[in-house]
């Protein structure tokens, strides 16, 4: 596993970033729409993040983010007969934003060209 990396929100205490990707599977013949009542509790979340193809990266308070992230677990799991979440969760001391800062710091070295998502 990678360091784990510490940031601080515009509270001034500690965040984590944290990398989620939840799988079902079972009976459910729904499974987009699922997926987007997921994704609106992460939107009205207030937390900083980023959609993947494979899952969501997020920026937050540890407590208050694995809060969340039981919650979409727990709506998951309603429709269907078995889930898997994997959280994978990185801090540093020394930085905050990493949600964008590790990607940019990634282009930097490859002299790639960055755009920013609009979060």
């Given at each position: 596993m990678k360091g784990l990396r510490i940031i601080e929100d515009?509270?001034?205490r500690n965040t984590v970033l944290f990398e989620l990707n939840i799988i079902s599977s079972g009976q459910t013949s729904q499974k987009k729409g699922e997926i987007a009542e997921a994704m609106k509790m992460l939107d009205g979340s207030g937390f900083h993040y980023l959609l993947t193809p494979s899952g969501a990266?997020?920026?937050g308070d540890w407590e208050e983010v694995m809060t969340l992230i039981a919650q979409c677990h727990d709506h998951r799991r309603e429709p269907s007969s078995h889930v898997i979440t994997k959280v994978k969760v990185e801090n540093d001391r020394d930085g905050r934003n990493r949600l964008t800062l590790n990607v940019q710091s990634v282009a930097a070295d490859g002299k790639l060209?960055?755009?920013?998502?609009?979060?």
């Open positions: 515009n509270r001034g990266c997020i920026e060209e960055y755009a920013p998502l609009v979060l």
